[in-house]
């Protein structure tokens, strides 16, 4: 039987027999009717398609439903129970024109997927919103579930009368109904006009008690379009939604203008959504955000950044995706990869947040580069064969890889070329459904460049190369001869040609100065760089100087050594990412020890401006003190990287991104009883770090600190959850209670998740987060077999969503030993036939551990 999955033939073989086009022209159509009155558990849903098809065919439509009231197909009656199986709907006996008519009961999830109901805890108000990339608007209504299926969409929603609801069209005004809710409340009813045509995954319906604020900008059309910011209450007053208006407005005029094209919808929404499962979601016009992005504490300058990101990177997606969208889901990366380009170039050269392309490199490209590396790699033209390998594609090769290389791309056929060949694109499949040929014919046209060849070496070849310096030089340090080395993976060799800069930097009264550089291009295993035999030897050498090339660096010797000693000393913040990226990649790799890349780290993070690379680097360096240095240094390294980034935390200035991020570092790396002291004193005020409030957020971080050193109780969660009964305050307890480090507390947290399934989707990410804390390591050893037990049922009986965050977030990983290795390789060997997405899913957690068990090896030499 299906389950609930779609494979690429069988949406190919219902493409066949069935036309987004109607015999009148007027295309396939919805009308979704909505009764959204009926309780806390379902909905109403009612569904009429009218589409064209193959004269006596059959086929079948999606929908996940309780029940089925009624099925009607060109005025004949059909028996729900037996068409219905799975989560599919048999249609036989297809007209010409056909009109279908399916009305039934949905259920509300709690998973963030469907259409999601969410209860505040600060007041009781109830919030919907629907979320439905990649197959889950079958949740909500019955529908033919293809991204190549593209039709209009009319919906009519009956809801509390003091709800806001908001979808796709503009919102109209809702007509107040005699009928009462289930409550005594007053209801209405609001009917929205018909979308344009517009694949079902970006529908979109939000509604409940949301405030909302308004505004409105000129398109280049000459258009007025209407601008709304939404969140719910009791985070209303923490939303600063003019500097998201204004955002908006600058992303709309950037777009506008580079892509020639105006914008396509007729109203632009955005509003901020409990418990999502991703930043935000391109529903047209009608963004749905994470709300990570309202504040109600002081954030980082990376989380501020990565919101502007975010934001624009979801307005590209208006004409990348939704204007424009792939057949089918291996082109995936048409959508995702654009936007993370687009957003990039964007957030550089039409916001404040102007070093874009550093957080790119620190954040974007080591997510590729990680990723590339996994067993699951792919191209990034992927193969996608079913629903649930399009599910675990939303990675760092179709985000992150896929915007390196439309990059450099972009770079190879001139910036302005590259723009018009994608408003060429627009302008020629707007409101239709392309594949990567069709965009690529159009940036030949407008470059003269043939890009068959680029496009099989980058979009349909897997991995990453390796480029490494080689240098000869004489006895008074003149270099004789330079090359660059190509490598690739023995499982995936290709040799891609780069461009890229090679930068010489040399000590010059206290700066590492670039003294030299020179571009070119690399080809093949081995390319001579003649012009830089002569010149006399720097103290590092920096290849892909300028982040031109997708590519991995390595540092040589004596460069490496300089880094650890002088990365500070390095003015431009491009140049400082690039030598973080190959030190922390080489130490990945095996090549340099990860004592090494702590002392670097220690070392030179205090000076580093770029909020990003700050994050990410301290983020690796936990990884390396907890997974990757030698079992026999593990414990004084933990304590020395605590201790150093506690010293940090007092040398940065007062009030400044740096001293929160130190801060926060600090609490989780604490590893001893004189740390958790000082995390305590600082929670409880009895130290204080000048600049530095210890506000709701950070208080908790704390809390969570002190509660895997054992230092603090389930009691005094408890005591801090009555003080912020929100769900943010709910998902931090959640996350502390899990970290408590007794066998009872990570029983009841396993327990919670895998033998209850009520827990909504953030408790579950933030409960298995406190569960995996590494102060807790040792107690991880009992759950190694529960583990690999539940892997089957809880992938048979779960939603995706829920299924991926307890598969990856339960894994032991901070164990990191050949004990694990060989548990999760007895797994995969038994089970050779598991579905390959869970497989998958499990592959990468073993490359985890293999790959640390290797570092460790070369960290004890």
């Given at each position: ?377 792919h191209p990034v033209v992927a193969e996608i064969r079913d629903?649930?390998d399009v599910q675990v594609n939303f990675d760092g090769i ?423 290795r060989d548990a999760t390789l007895a797994w995969l060997d ?32």
């Amino acid at each position: 039987m299906p389950g609930e999955n779609l494979t690429r033939i069988e949406a190919q073989e219902r493409r066949a027999v069935v036309s987004p086009s109607t015999s009148s022209g007027t295309g396939m159509s919805y009308e979704v009717t909505l009764d959204l009155t009926r309780g806390p558990e379902i909905f109403g849903s009612r569904t009429v398609v009218r589409f064209t098809g193959t004269e006596g065919a059959d086929t079948f439509i999606d929908l996940i439903a309780r029940d089925i009231r009624e099925i009607t197909l060109n005025g004949r009656s059909i028996d729900p129970a037996a068409a219905y199986s799975d989560s599919r709907i048999a249609l036989t006996g297809l007209e010409r024109d056909n009109e279908l008519v399916i009305d039934a009961d949905c259920l509300y999830t709690n998973t963030g997927e469907g259409l999601h109901r969410f209860v505040d805890p600060v007041d009781g108000e109830v919030y919907l919103y629907s979320q439905f990339e990649v197959p889950d608007s079958r949740r909500m209504y019955a529908v033919f579930e293809q991204p190549d299926l593209k039709a209009t969409f009319q919906f009519t929603v009956t809801a509390p009368a003091a709800w806001a609801v908001v979808s796709n069209s503009p919102t109209p005004e809702p007509t107040l109904r005699q009928a009462q809710g289930p409550d005594g409340e007053a209801t209405a009813t609001w009917t929205f006009e018909p979308t344009p045509r517009i694949s079902s995954y970006i529908t979109a319906l939000v509604a409940g008690p949301y405030e909302s604020t308004f505004s409105e900008l000129t398109s280049a059309s000459g258009r007025v379009i209407p601008l709304g910011v939404y969140a719910r209450k009791s985070l209303w007053q923490h939303l600063d939604a003019d500097y998201v208006f204004e955002k908006t407005r600058q992303g709309f005029a950037y777009y506008e203008e580079k892509f020639n094209f105006p914008y396509p919808f007729a109203k632009y929404d955005q509003l901020f959504v409990p418990e999502f499962n991703a930043g935000a979601m391109e529903n047209a016009g009608a963004v749905t955000f994470t709300e990570t992005y309202v504040f109600r504490s002081k954030v980082t300058d990376a989380v501020k950044e990565r919101r502007v990101v975010t934001i624009l990177h979801e307005l590209a997606h208006m004409w990348f995706g939704d204007l424009v969208t792939m057949k089918w889901w291996n082109d995936l990366w048409l959508n995702e990869s654009f936007a993370e380009w687009a957003s990039t170039i964007a957030t550089a050269e039409a916001t404040e947040w102007t070093e874009a392309w550093t957080t790119f490199n620190a954040m974007e490209k080591t997510w590729a580069y990680r990723q590339d590396q996994l067993p699951s790699t792919h191209p990034v033209v992927a193969e996608i064969r079913d629903l649930d390998d399009v599910q675990v594609n939303f990675d760092g090769i179709t985000y992150a890889k896929g915007g390196s290389v439309l990059k450099q791309l972009a770079a190879w056929v001139g910036i302005e070329k590259f723009f018009a060949g994608v408003a060429a694109y627009f302008d020629k499949h707007q409101w239709g459904n392309t594949e990567v040929g069709d965009l690529l014919v159009e940036l030949e046209k407008t470059s003269g460049r043939e890009l068959g060849s680029w496009a099989k070496l980058w979009l349909e070849t897997s991995g990453v190369n390796t480029l490494t310096p080689v240098i000869e030089e004489d006895a008074d340090g003149t270099i004789t001869r330079f090359a660059i080395a190509q490598t690739a993976a023995a499982d995936y060799p290709t040799i891609r040609p780069h461009r890229l800069g090679v930068g010489f930097y040399s000590l010059e009264n206290g700066t590492l100065t670039r003294v030299h550089k020179v571009e070119l291009d690399v080809d093949g295993e081995l390319t001579e760089v003649p012009e830089l035999a002569g010149v006399a030897r720097p103290d590092l050498v920096l290849l892909n100087d300028e982040d031109l090339a997708y590519a991995k660096i390595r540092l040589d010797e004596r460069s490496l050594a300089t880094a650890i000693a002088h990365l500070r000393d390095i003015s431009d913040p491009l140049a400082r990412s690039l030598v973080w990226g190959a030190a922390w990649d080489q130490t990945r790799d095996a090549e340099a020890s990860a004592t090494d890349y702590v002392d670097l780290v220690l070392l030179n993070i205090g000076s580093e401006t770029e909020s990003t690379t700050v994050r990410t680097t301290l983020a690796q360096l936990q990884l390396a003190a907890n997974s990757y240095v030698a079992p026999e240094k593990r414990t004084a390294t933990r304590e020395r990287v605590a201790d150093g980034l506690w010293a940090l935390a007092g040398q940065a200035e007062p009030g400044s991104d740096s001293q929160l991020q130190f801060v926060t570092a600090f609490a989780t790396a604490a590893s001893s009883a004189t740390q958790w002291e000082q995390v305590r004193r600082l929670r409880d005020g009895e130290t204080v770090l000048e600049g530095l409030e210890i506000d709701t957020d950070l208080s908790w971080q704390l809390l969570i600190s002190l509660a895997a050193g054992g230092f603090a109780t389930a009691a005094h969660i408890e005591d801090a959850l009555a003080q912020d009964n929100t769900s943010k305050g709910g998902e931090l307890a959640a996350q502390a209670k899990a970290a408590l480090p007794n066998v009872e507390a990570k029983l009841a947290a396993w327990d919670s998740l895998v033998e209850r399934s009520d827990q909504p989707n953030t408790i579950v990410r933030s409960t298995a987060l406190g569960f995996t804390h590494p102060a807790g390591v040792e107690l991880l050893e009992e759950f190694v077999t529960p583990y690999f037990a539940m892997l089957l049922p809880i992938w048979k009986e779960r939603s995706y969503q829920i299924a991926q965050y307890l598969i990856t977030g339960l894994y032991p990983a901070p164990l990191a030993n050949a004990a694990l290795r060989d548990a999760t390789l007895a797994w995969l060997d038994a089970n050779a036939d598991a579905p390959a997405a869970l497989r998958r899913l499990v592959k990468e957690n073993l490359a985890g551990v293999e790959r640390a068990i290797a570092v460790q090896e070369r960290d004890a030499v």
